[in-house]
Each structure stands twice: as C-alpha cells, then as structure tokens.
C-alpha cells in the first residue's frame, strides 16, 4: 500500500468508542493536531500535554504503550511545567505516576507497557551547570539539588524509585531489561566505570496478558536453534542530529511492538519526541498515537515519518 502521511489541524469531533473498532488495518495516514478533540484518525500525533490528552481517550483503547519519558534534570525543553524540569525527584515521580495512571487506564485489560528510563548520580552540590556553547538547548542550566537521603555522587538508583512507584500503583513489573548500549558515550570519570545501559522496563495492567514470545526469540549458540529473549539486549544508540539527542532507537522499540501486538493493533506514546514509535509502528501494521509536548519535536517527528517510513 503507498504510503500516504497526512498534516491537519482540526477535523469534525468524533466519538473514538464510534470509530476506534473499525479503523483500516493497515492504513499509513497520519493526523498531527494541537486541538485534539475526538477526531477520527488511523494514527495521530498530538501536540501539547500527555496528561490532559490522555484524559481525552476512553478507557482499553490501546493495545500497548511504549515510551521514554523526559529524564529528570537532564534537559531543558522550554516550556513551563515541562515533566523533567521538577526542583525535586519525588515530584519527578509523582507526575510519571499520574500520566501512567491514565496509560493504564486507557490500556487494554491484557496490554504491556514499556518503559525506557536511565539513571542519574547527585549533583554534588553543584548547582549551576557549565554553559554548553555547542548546543545549549542540550542540557539544563541548573542542576537539581541532592534528593532527601542521598549524598553527593550517589547514584540516584531512579529507575527503580519509579518502577516501585508504579508498582505501588497497581502495575504489574514483569521484566526489568538491560539496555546495553555498545557505542555507549565516553565519561570523564576516574572513580567508577562508565555508564553503558539503561533499563526498559515492561509492565502489564493484569496478570494475565499478551506476550508473543515467540515473535522476539533470539539465536542460542549452545543449541543452534531460537530461544526465549533474554533479558539483556545489546544495541546501539542513534544519534539524531535535528533532535540534539541519541533518540530511542528503533532496535529498542521493535521487540517491544512485536511482542505486546498484532496486525492493526493501536499503541501508545505520550512522550513521543523525534517520532521513533510511529516509525517502527507503520511498517509492522501497527497503529500509534503519540502525544508531544514541544512543537520542534511534533515537525521533527512528522518530517521522519514522511521521510523514512
């Protein structure tokens, strides 16, 4: 089928619960909107607040959501109330929490969720970080103060502060995967090793859920034959020159997509960033809605589904 991506701003409001069930399986077009109020769509990309654009959506509409979220601290997107930009980890958390809640929600009764997060170590007191004249949107200009209980240096251990809140909140953790990351970027650091991996959490909403094993299996040396997917999985970054970042990349979602959906099935991201989620979505078949909160990204994004997809 030609591939067909399409750009609009607002369309007739819809009932989704009308819809939802009777999109075409395998259809390439795409609504980007920053009004989204009901719209039919086949895929869509959403600009403004994951939250209250998931409050729009009526409950079990997705099948499976993949996502990164913005790490705290790390970078500055501009915007006021932006996830990330929090002066202490516990709100951090606290506002995953609440947007997860909604993914939950809005997730099948037997959906997976997946979920990259990297860690992070105390700022050392530290508060004002060097200015980065090569790309200053890079990073933020203040460093977040030390979290209560930790010191400086310590390793903030936050991917796992998040996936017990999320457990607290009546996820099921299922999985914790090594993301090791061979090109991983140097560190100017002489008293640990270098970070080389993050985690990708998966998550279900009961406890019974589908899981297409059979669709990941990885080569086994020892028996010469396909064996279950462990649970370290070595995969380069992707450097994304427009983004100013190492985006998600698409060896990293793709696993994820083939394991927790079938043909037609609809996923989640609402922390869509350059578009990589819908990128690996399209050509499997799969439908995706993404929300993203800055307007760069939201072009970058549609301008990587018309271009690679």
Same mark, same amino acid.
């Given at each position: ?10 369309? &007739?409001?819809? $009932? ?5 069930? &009777?999109?075409?399986?395998?259809? *390439? ?16 990309? #959403? ?5 209250? !654009? ?28 932006? #996830? ?32 990259? #997060? ?16 090569? !790309?200053?949107?890079?990073?933020? %200009? ?22 017990? %809140? ?28 270098? *970070? ?15 899981? &297409?094993? !059979? ?9 010469? $034959? ?20 190492? $985006? ?25 960033? $350059? ?35």
């Amino acid at each position: 089928m030609e591939s067909l991506i399409k750009r609009e701003i607002s369309a &007739n409001p819809l $009932s989704i619960q009308d819809y939802a069930s &009777n999109l075409p399986r395998y259809s *390439r077009e795409v609504l980007v909107t920053d009004n989204f109020r009901g719209q039919s769509f086949d895929s869509l990309i #959403i600009m403004g607040d994951a939250l209250e !654009n998931l409050k729009k959506f009526p409950d079990e509409l997705f099948q499976c959501c993949v996502t990164s979220p913005p790490y705290w601290g790390l970078r500055d997107y501009g915007i006021p109330h932006q #996830i990330g930009a929090e002066a202490n980890l516990e709100d951090y958390i606290n506002k995953l929490v609440l947007v997860f809640k909604e993914v939950k929600r809005t997730l099948s009764s037997d959906g997976t969720f997946w979920l990259n #997060i990297g860690d992070a170590y105390t700022s050392g007191n530290r508060t004002w970080r060097d200015e980065d004249k090569k !790309n200053p949107a890079r990073a933020m %200009a203040y460093r977040p103060p030390t979290p209560k209980g930790l010191k400086p240096k310590d390793l903030i251990g936050l991917p796992w502060k998040l996936a017990f %809140a999320l457990q607290s909140d009546g996820w099921y953790l299922r999985s914790d995967i090594i993301w090791y990351k061979p090109n991983c970027q140097p560190e100017s650091v002489k008293d640990r090793p270098t *970070r080389a991996h993050e985690y990708l959490f998966l998550f279900s909403k009961s406890e019974k859920y589908n899981y &297409n094993y !059979n669709e990941v299996m990885e080569p086994s040396k020892s028996i010469k $034959s396909l064996r279950n997917r462990r649970s370290v999985w070595a995969i380069n970054t992707e450097p994304f020159r427009e983004a100013h970042y190492a $985006s998600f990349p698409k060896d990293l979602v793709k696993p994820c997509i083939l394991a927790g959906t079938k043909d037609g099935d609809l996923v989640l991201d609402p922390f869509l960033g $350059s578009g990589t989620v819908g990128i690996v979505c399209l050509p499997l078949n799969r439908r995706f809605v993404g929300i993203e909160l800055k307007q760069e990204y939201v072009d970058i994004a549609f301008k990587r589904l018309r271009d690679e997809v």
